[in-house]
């Protein structure tokens, strides 16, 4: 983001902002960046990138600067703190580090908690969103999946967006192509509660192809990254990014995810640092569904829903009574696409129907009771 | 020695005066043609030179100069062989020259003599009755065509040498037989109640010619998108006279015309996808009418919309817009008509199983697929229907419309829209212009809200809102509504493709 945030973004004065963040913080943010080549070299070697991301500074240094570590470590104890500072506002973000009220709390259950978060959107809309330990702050659920997606698993992802953050729960995904994005869209179609957090510098819109989402998330929620700004993520990045969606949410949904995919990375850090696992149910024969099933099998929560997300994630049934005020006859249509019927098709008999049933089901449409899918299916949405 | 002949050429739709001078004079014996013609009337020396001879007359052994005046208009086609043999035989002193003045004379030669049919009988016919001329002579097969026009004396002649006799006086030819065409109902063959399952499509094609809406059909192969456009012509209302005749010139000038009449149904054109942009709204050095001015008063069917190249495709805007496209080369501009209404068919994805789990279509392919068919050509149809596939319970049951109750509700609607649209030069709802709209579709304001809201909401464009109301005043025609109400105008929009989800999946 290059134009600066819109609301809730840089606050007058910059007292807030960049210049809150206290510079041993800012420099180790520095150091992870500086060394980012080494870490995916040793990641090669077979070295857990959570155990790197813990170390504490002069480890880092000592372990992987290799023959550079004496320069580097030169530059790391004369960094300039202020051009730092500079280079953030610049870039139109803020910056939260760990001692820092903004920071969402959360994070600390992680042993390698990021030093400080780069926030497009505005660290007070960060709070909202993410702000406070689990049991005070907002709920927050993520969703995540596979690249590649089916139509269906795109459908399903967007649908518990649009259903959890209708339901005032914050929707934290990766903005990668396929389920994350699909989540993201979801959430800003109704309350537009969501996270982003991107593997490099939050300023960059990564995949390129979402740089429109990136604005909006940015606009109505907050894009965040643990990598300075500008920034060009590498590949250990993902995974580490994977490990802060895990930790920013109560709950991770897999929407759709192969045998060996980044996605069963979030959902193990999850367990690990003891956060709820659910994931939606797909054929056995789909290589799509290979991973999310193996994760049922394991003890997952089934999703078929954002209600049954919602069920795990704020407490079982706080979610009916929208539809009664609804005339008798748009209720029973709702409960006929609810029950499978969900096409014009299935729904108008005679010729005389279509019409009025069209015009009732564009009803439901605008008062936000239904949407159309893929193909001219109607889906529920779940309020 | 010099003659004259008066003979037709066609400038886009249009028939423009050409007379052929000739000039013979002493020396050595030579041919030429001068007056900006193509290769085909540079080729005529050599029928007409073989069809001279062949027909019994002797061609002259001396310096012929042929002049196509103006000369600045560019001719194409051999249409004017006979003008150019009657010329020559009328300096040799076969023909009286006089007995030409107030006939045109139009037909190709072949090498024996005989005359070949060519395209443009009806325009050339129009035009010898605008340029006050008594008659016309045409090959035999086209006196149907041309004698279409009131008042002009169409002789058809099948030999040069006959054409030479009549004009010295011999027998004439019977007069031909008036057209007796009668204007029928098109896709007579194929009818709606042969649609199992597939009432809310059968519906949309009501609608879609109540009004001649533009119609869009999404949905996976062999589910019978094209079965079910294919039947469209079957419920829209018999051509009119007037359009028959504009059917006729235009088909007859692009060499479409296979009867010999009048073209009595309305057009159906399924152009390939592979077609170009060209071929599609007209074009060429001499620009000829494409598919798009063959629908004219029809259907122009495009299957697999997706698959058309993109050029053709922006192409269309004008003439779906204008009912018409201007076509310019130089300086001068040819105008076809093109009020066509389109039916299109299209997967919902480049593999055609989306959303089922068969679909393979990665983000990109969908993304392309979506752009293909997104924007300004979208906005332009009215109508978007998904074609499910019908479940086995449906495919059982009887029909539930045929194309005559299907026909009679259309009838029902068009009239209506007659009537309301009496003195404007329109017939139908889809064809206002955006001010007869606000003068003849007053709605208040509560039942347009949803639209407004659309329109705010950046939903819908501006023309997008038009077009929605155009369908909302055929809903309520086909309910036999005066007032346009609100489920109307709500059914509209759920027709629209902003609405849905439906054509590629956008994230």
């Known amino acids: 983001m290059s134009g600066g945030?819109?609301?809730?973004?840089?606050?007058?004065?910059?007292?807030?902002?960049?210049?809150?963040?206290?510079?041993s913080c800012l420099a180790r943010t520095w150091l992870i960046a500086r060394l980012a080549g080494s870490i995916e070299i040793a990641r090669h070697q077979k070295r857990r990138l959570r155990e790197i991301l813990a170390l504490a500074e002069e480890e880092l240094l000592a372990g992987l600067g290799g023959a550079r570590a004496v320069a580097i470590a030169d530059e790391f104890e004369h960094l300039d703190i202020d051009a730092l500072r500079e280079a953030v506002a610049?870039?139109?973000?803020?910056?939260?580090?760990?001692?820092?009220?903004?920071?969402?709390?959360?994070?600390?259950?992680?042993d390698d908690a990021p030093a400080a978060l780069f926030v497009a959107g505005g660290l007070g809309r960060l709070q909202e969103l993410a702000g406070a330990d689990l049991e005070q702050g907002a709920r927050a659920v993520a969703i995540v999946g596979t690249r590649r997606a089916s139509a269906d698993g795109v459908e399903v992802a967007r649908a518990l967006g649009r259903g959890l953050a209708a339901a005032g729960v914050t929707v934290v995904s990766g903005m990668a192509l396929g389920v994350d994005s699909a989540a993201h869209a979801g959430a800003l179609e109704s309350s537009g509660r969501t996270v982003a957090v991107l593997a490099g510098g939050a300023d960059v819109p990564y995949p390129?192809?979402?740089?429109?989402?990136?604005?909006?998330?940015?606009?109505?929620?907050?894009?965040v990254g643990e990598l300075p700004p500008g920034f060009v993520a590498m590949r250990w990045c993902f995974p580490a990014r994977n490990r802060i969606i895990a930790a920013l949410a109560h709950m991770t949904i897999v929407v759709e995810a192969a045998r060996r995919s980044g996605s069963l990375i979030t959902a193990e850090i999850a367990i690990d640092i003891g956060r709820e696992v659910g994931a939606v149910p797909g054929p056995v024969t789909a290589w799509r569904s290979a991973g999310t099933n193996a994760l049922l099998r394991d003890g997952a929560t089934v999703i078929r829903d954002a209600a049954d997300a919602l069920d795990v994630a704020v407490g079982v049934d706080r979610h009916e009574a929208a539809v009664l005020h609804l005339e008798p006859r748009l209720r029973a249509l709702l409960g006929a696409v609810a029950d499978g019927r969900d096409t014009l098709a299935a729904l108008a008999r005679v010729p005389a129907e279509v019409a009025p049933t069209l015009a009732a089901l564009t009803e439901l449409e605008l008062l936000g009771h239904l949407r159309r899918a893929a193909g001219g299916r109607y889906v529920v949405i779940p309020t | 020695m010099l003659a004259r002949v008066t003979t037709f050429t066609i400038d886009g739709l249009e028939p423009r005066r050409v007379t052929v001078e000739i000039d013979v004079r002493a020396g050595l014996p030579n041919f030429t043609i001068v007056g900006l013609g193509d290769r085909a009337?540079?080729?005529?020396?050599?029928r007409v030179r073989?069809?001279?001879?062949?027909?019994?007359?002797?061609?002259?052994?001396?310096?012929?100069?042929?002049?196509?005046?103006?000369?600045?208009?560019?001719?194409?086609?051999?249409?004017?062989?006979?003008?150019?043999?009657?010329?020559?035989?009328?300096?040799?002193?076969?023909?009286?020259a006089d007995a030409l003045e107030r006939y045109a004379v139009f037909g190709e030669l072949g090498l024996?003599?005989?005359?070949r049919p060519c395209r443009g009988a009806l325009a050339v016919a129009e035009g010898a009755a605008q340029a006050g001329l008594d008659g016309l002579v045409v090959p035999l097969q086209r006196v149907l065509e041309a004698g279409l026009v009131e008042g002009l004396d169409v002789l058809g002649a099948s030999r040069l040498a006959q054409v030479a006799d009549i004009l010295r006086g011999g027998e004439r030819p019977p007069p031909p037989d008036r057209d007796e065409t009668v204007l029928a109902l098109s896709g007579r063959h194929l009818d709606l109640a042969d649609v199992r399952g597939h009432t809310d499509v059968v519906e949309a094609l009501t609608i879609a010619a109540a009004g001649a809406h533009n119609l869009l059909l999404s949905g996976p192969p062999g589910v019978g998108k094209t079965m079910l456009a294919r039947r469209l012509p079957s419920i829209l209302p018999p051509l009119s006279r007037a359009e028959a005749v504009e059917v006729t010139r235009i088909h007859s000038v692009a060499g479409q015309h296979r009867g010999a009449g009048l073209v009595a149904e309305r057009p159906f054109r399924a152009p390939h996808h592979m077609i170009s942009a060209s071929g599609l709204v007209g074009g060429g050095a001499v620009p000829v009418p494409g598919e798009a001015s063959l629908a004219h008063h029809g259907v122009l069917f495009l299957d697999e919309l997706s698959e058309f190249p993109r050029p053709a495709l922006e192409a269309l805007r004008q003439p779906l817009e204008d009912g018409r496209v201007a076509i310019v080369r130089g300086q001068r501009t040819a105008i076809f008509p093109t009020r066509f209404l389109l039916v299109a068919a299209t997967n919902p994805c480049p593999c055609g199983y989306a959303p089922s789990p068969r679909c393979r279509c990665r983000d990109g392919d969908l993304a392309r697929h979506a752009r293909r068919l997104s924007g300004p050509l979208l906005d332009r149809i009215d109508l978007l229907v998904h074609v499910q596939r019908p479940d086995a319970e449906r495919l059982a049951q009887e029909p539930t419309a045929s194309s005559e109750t299907e026909r009679a509700r259309v009838t029902a609607a068009?009239?209506?829209?007659?009537e309301r649209l009496d003195g404007t030069g329109v017939t139908c709802n889809a064809h206002m212009e955006a001010r007869m709209l606000r003068r003849h579709v007053r709605v208040p304001e509560d039942v347009e809200r949803p639209l407004l809201d659309a329109y705010r909401r950046g939903d819908l464009s501006a023309r997008g809102r038009d077009r929605t109301l155009r369908l909302a005043r055929t809903l309520a025609d086909?309910?036999?509504?005066?007032?346009?109400?609100?489920?109307?105008?709500?059914?509209a929009l759920g027709y629209r493709h902003e609405m849905s989800a439906g054509v590629g999946v956008a994230a």
């Open chain 2, 50 to 96: 073989a069809a001279i001879l062949n027909s019994g007359f002797e061609f002259p052994l001396k310096r012929l100069t042929v002049n196509l005046a103006p000369a600045s208009l560019r001719k194409a086609g051999p249409g004017f062989d006979l003008a150019i043999a009657c010329a020559i035989l009328a300096a040799g002193g076969h023909v009286p």
């Open chain 2, 414 to 418: 068009r009239e209506r829209q007659l």
């Open chain 1, 90 to 110: 610049r870039s139109g973000l803020e910056a939260a580090c760990r001692h820092d009220p903004a920071y969402p709390a959360r994070l600390r259950d992680l």
């Open chain 1, 5 to 23: 945030a819109p609301d809730g973004g840089l606050s007058p004065g910059a007292a807030t902002g960049a210049a809150r963040a206290c510079g």
């Open chain 2, 478 to 491: 086909l309910a036999a509504s005066d007032e346009v109400q609100r489920e109307h105008v709500v059914a």
């Open chain 1, 208 to 223: 390129p192809s979402k740089a429109r989402l990136h604005s909006l998330i940015a606009a109505r929620g907050c894009v």
């Open chain 2, 112 to 115: 024996g003599g005989e005359i």
């Open chain 2, 41 to 46: 009337v540079r080729e005529a020396r050599e």
